[in-house]
């Protein structure tokens, strides 16, 4: 499955933005699709995933109560909603699937598919 990340932009500190990943087909895998982002400093960390097929969520803490996913099944779409945003969110921001969450180290993604991704820049 391919999958397309959107509705990334600039914004200042404390606004929000909505991305958007859109699946070519649906497959069991787009109840594994999850949220991983890429800072300037280059270190790749989960963000956000669905836990399970029911809508268990998963989030990395420093997003906890600003961040949070939802999905659309009839529009084959997972979306991001993020608020108050912070500058350290800058990052680009990948959807990709099927990730797992490993106790003792997040989520994980082990293939080598990322996609473009989407950027996301806050200013301060």
């Known amino acids: 499955v391919q999958l397309q990340a959107s509705g990334g932009g600039w914004v200042q500190s404390g606004g929000s933005l909505r991305l958007s990943c859109v699946a070519s087909e649906f497959t069991p895998n787009f109840y594994r699709i999850g949220w991983f982002r890429q800072g300037p400093g280059g270190k790749r960390e989960g963000v956000s995933c669905f836990t399970d097929n029911d809508d268990s969520t998963y989030y990395i803490d420093s997003v906890k109560g600003r961040f949070t996913i939802s999905r659309d099944k009839s529009k084959k779409t997972v979306y991001l909603q993020m608020n108050n945003l912070k500058p350290e969110d800058t990052a680009r921001y990948y959807c990709?699937?099927?990730?797992?969450?490993?106790?003792?180290?997040?989520?994980?993604?082990?293939?080598?598919?990322w996609g473009r991704g989407t950027q996301v820049t806050v200013s301060s």
């Open positions: 990709v699937t099927p990730v797992e969450i490993v106790p003792g180290r997040g989520l994980i993604y082990e293939y080598d598919w």
